[in-house]
């Protein structure tokens, strides 16, 4: 197991170098002087010249990399001309708020389509089962933003049961009870289609697992079927409920960050949809930047758990 | 060609039957057996005929605007599904935005298959380039598909052709995967054999031989992806990095109505709606579409 991580790290090493190098190109695609792009119209031409003789822009591409990515790992994510501040001290305060609304949305989707996966391959091609394909059909072709202003029009505006928007009460923020409430809309949004997803892989799974030989041999011993089900079945289906709910967790990132914008919730999501309309180069790559990490390790995490349960590949 | 000719010397026999069939017919059968199908084929043939159709079947033009009935609801008379914070129309709107919204949610699709599949052929054939060509895929598959498009989208600038080519350039790693990995697996069946120990040129090998064989996987991967691409495309305008206002389209509609939640719900609602549609058809006609082109099912479709 030791040598697994420690391979898959190493692994990990030339993709954070490629994912850093497409975020440090991507600023080259916007038309025009690339350091006057990064300080914003509003900046004084001293300052462009200062900048561009520090990113070595006469210098080749290369090294101009480097410049960057040795700022990059002196945690230097460059300055916001919008908001006057260092960009990594701004991402810092807004990283734990988008990966509280993740695990918000993971752990639903990991709960409801376990839940949901079991009960529609428990009563294969029965009512139940039927109408669960037919919510997941649904569930998977809804775009995040308009479901996240839907849950917003019905259950903050005219049902009145939870807030619009913000992560706490504007007058007496904190409490774990708050945050859930607030919470619950966005993630419900966030969630919805990965939901869907997961639920139709893992129930396929399930199904699968039912029409091995081993679960007849199982059945035909006079176990209880609530055993067959809840223990057998669901068992040999997880390695592939895991994999596909960690499948999704990329997903999750693209809906959070509409989930962000629609519920203003203060995390990277909004924070990069600020930026871009602000045009504040440095923050929009920034963002990008943290939110591909995170989604990296995430992965790395997920193959993680994959792997120590899959007894095949032990 | 000797596959194509009826294998019908003397006798008549069942064999008849056996003749080659288009990729199309093997479609038709699949959608025609499947009430699923049928419904998203519907839906989308209905949906895709009001987009082609818009000038003729919108009520009004999508910019005209009435602003006596600003915000009106569904119902109002004349105009069935209400009028927008401008005024305008909303059905002429949606039928318009169809336009706009399937356009730019196929043609990355499209286009994208274009570039993947001889980049998936070329990385299969040589190992060398083969991995040079999927570790460069590998880096990209690291972002988060949502994030690349609109990290790409926001510094390209705003607009429907920069729109297509971020969401293009953010499908071909999948795409090409898809490719490079079914093409790894003809690589080493008999035909191929045959074609290298009679000395075809490898051009030949991967545009002829080769390649009626891993474009299906293609589409069946563009098939189950599409939907998906359609919701970005939208997304993308929704943030204002895709098509620009006034130009009718639904994830810009979405965004309008925004502002007007509390009394005018129907402005974000409607457009949502009708992304779901086309969705939920795309998403009934993929998995259809995905046993029609696959060749170890499609026996069960000529025995019908």
């Known amino acids: ?314 | 060609m000797q596959a194509n000719a009826e294998v019908n010397i003397g006798a008549k026999g069942p064999e008849v039957r056996a003749k080659r069939r288009s990729s199309l017919y093997f479609i038709w059968q699949g959608i025609r057996s499947d009430r699923y199908a049928l419904a998203g084929f519907t839906i989308l043939t209905l949906i895709t005929l009001a987009a082609v159709f818009a000038p003729w079947l919108a009520p009004y033009s999508p910019t005209e605007a009435f602003p006596n009935l600003r915000l009106q609801g569904i119902g109002t008379e004349g105009h069935l599904l209400g009028l927008d914070h401008q005024g305008r129309d909303m059905l002429s709107r949606l039928i318009w935005g169809g336009r706009t919204t399937l356009f730019a949610g196929i043609t990355p699709v499209v286009l994208s298959a274009l570039i993947a599949i001889p980049l998936g052929l070329v990385a299969a054939w040589y190992a060398r380039t083969g991995g040079l060509i999927m570790r460069t895929m590998d880096v990209l598959f690291a972002f988060p598909m949502v994030l690349l498009a609109i990290m790409l989208a926001a510094f390209m600038g705003p607009g429907m052709t920069n729109m297509i080519i971020a969401l293009t350039v953010v499908l071909v790693p999948y795409n090409t995967r898809v490719v490079y990995v079914a093409a790894q697996q003809e690589k080493s069946s008999s035909y191929i054999e045959a074609s290298i120990a009679a000395a075809t040129p490898v051009r030949k090998i991967l545009f002829v031989e080769m390649l009626p064989n891993v474009v299906s996987a293609s589409i069946v991967y563009s098939t189950t992806v599409i939907g998906n691409i359609v919701i970005t495309a939208a997304g993308l305008s929704f943030l204002g990095l895709g098509v620009q206002p006034p130009t009718a389209e639904w994830g810009i509609i979405t965004s309008d109505g925004r502002q007007y939640i509390f009394n005018a719900a129907h402005i974000s609602i409607l457009p949502g709606l009708a992304i779901m549609l086309v969705v939920i058809g795309f998403n009934l006609l993929g998995d259809t579409l995905r046993d029609s082109l696959d060749p170890r099912t499609r026996l069960s479709l000529i025995r019908r």
Request: with cysteine; glycine share 8%; aromatic share 12%.
């Open chain 1, 1 to 314: 197991m030791a040598r697994f991580i420690l391979m898959r790290l190493l692994q990990m090493i030339p993709v954070l170098l490629g994912v850093s190098f497409v975020v440090f190109i991507s600023v080259y695609l916007v038309p025009g002087d690339v350091a006057r792009t990064l300080l914003g119209y509003q900046a004084s031409e001293t300052a462009v010249q200062a900048l561009r003789e520090e990113m070595g822009l006469n210098r080749p591409m290369l090294v101009q990399y480097w410049i960057w990515l040795s700022d990059l790992l002196r945690l230097d994510l460059g300055f916001s001309g919008a908001l006057r501040m260092p960009v990594a001290e701004v991402l810092g305060g807004k990283i734990v708020n988008s990966l509280v609304l993740m695990g918000f949305s993971l752990f639903l989707v990991v709960a409801i389509g376990f839940v949901l996966s079991t009960y529609a391959a428990t009563r294969f091609r029965k009512l139940g089962d039927r109408l669960t394909v037919f919510a997941t059909l649904v569930m998977a072709s809804v775009p995040t933003f308009w479901l996240g202003i839907l849950l917003l029009y019905v259950f903050s505006i005219q049902l009145q049961l939870f807030p619009i928007s913000g992560m706490y009460d504007m007058y007496d923020p904190g409490g774990f009870w708050q945050l859930l409430h607030h919470a619950t809309l966005p993630a419900v949004a966030t969630a919805a289609s990965a939901i869907a997803i997961v639920t139709r892989v893992s129930r396929s799974a399930m199904i699968d697992v039912n029409s091995r030989t081993y679960m007849r041999a199982i059945r035909s011993r006079g176990i209880t079927p609530a055993r067959v089900n809840y223990v057998h079945m669901v068992r040999n289906a997880l390695p592939a409920f895991v994999n596909i709910s960690g499948l999704q967790v990329g997903y999750l990132f693209g809906s959070a960050i509409f989930s962000e914008i629609i519920f203003n919730w203060p995390g990277i999501g909004l924070q990069l949809y600020n930026a871009i309309l602000q045009r504040d180069a440095p923050m929009i790559q920034g963002c990008s930047l943290v939110i591909a990490l995170t989604f990296v390790i995430s992965n790395f995490l997920a193959d993680l758990i994959v792997r120590m349960l899959d007894a095949g590949k032990r």
